[in-house]
């Protein structure tokens, strides 16, 4: 029952812009989008989340459609260090625990 | 303000003998949730306990496995008479309220590395 789908892996340029596409096509009204990564073999981390409006904060922006039926993740200058698992979550009739899918490998080339 | 704090960070232990892993949440938070990530796959959630509480465990085997978080201390997952499929990284994350995926965020910790022999 995924709720989310997101490609397997991505490959960006180092100084350009990751845009990290999910599609929630089935989300409701009162769901958020929430995105995390996990740098390899560290604990994962929260980036941002939004829920009809476009958010911006230090890390990245997300970009949500209007019909909310997909967004993206905006890592606007890609570092080497950005290189991760990225993982793209709704909630599941407010859940009270993070489900994670299989995210997307992000590869930062130099 | 220091995060999730998790210890061990590595852990050895031969088939058969008990496995204890902590996590202290961050400061100000009573939710706590571990998660456990075999080698090269994804991050399965095993428990989701609140102070003293154990909300939902659906992610735990039930055998072997326990977890807890007491009104004082860190949140403790026990793992009796570990097998070598028990291999894994623990992962522990806190909240300061519910609602991880509707109305704030988590903050995970390092994790613990377990190796079973």
């Known amino acids: 029952d995924a709720k989310t789908t997101q490609p397997t892996s991505m490959d960006c340029a180092e100084g350009r812009a990751a845009n990290l596409p999910c599609n929630h096509s089935?989300?409701?009204?009162?769901?958020?989008v929430y995105w995390y990564r996990q740098i390899h073999s560290q604990g994962p981390q929260y980036i941002i989340h939004?829920?009809?409006n476009n958010e911006t904060n230090e890390m990245a922006s997300l970009i949500i459609t209007e019909d909310r039926k997909s967004s993206t993740l905006i890592l606007p200058h890609a570092t080497l260090r950005d290189t991760a698992v990225y993982y793209c979550i709704v909630s599941t009739n407010r859940d009270d625990k993070i489900i994670f899918g299989k995210g997307t490998r992000l590869h930062i080339l130099p | 303000n220091a995060g999730v704090m998790q210890n061990p960070r590595h852990l050895v232990r031969r088939r058969g003998q008990e496995a204890r892993l902590r996590c202290s949440p961050m400061?100000?938070?009573?939710?706590v949730y571990w998660y456990r990530q075999l080698p090269e796959e994804g991050l399965k959630f095993m428990v989701y306990?609140?102070?003293?509480?154990?909300?939902?465990e659906s992610g735990m085997p039930k055998e072997r496995f326990s977890a807890e978080f007491p009104k004082e201390g860190p949140s403790i997952l026990r793992i009796q008479q570990v097998v070598r499929g028990d291999s894994a990284a623990y992962f522990c994350?806190?909240?300061?309220?519910?609602?991880?995926?509707?109305?704030?965020?988590?903050?995970f910790g390092q994790g613990t590395r377990l190796t079973v022999v």
């Open positions: 994350a806190s909240s300061q309220k519910r609602g991880v995926t509707w109305n704030t965020e988590a903050f």
């Open positions: 089935t989300i409701s009204g009162n769901e958020y």
């Open positions: 400061k100000g938070h009573s939710h």
């Open positions: 939004g829920l009809k």
């Open positions: 306990l609140q102070k003293e509480n154990i909300i939902d």
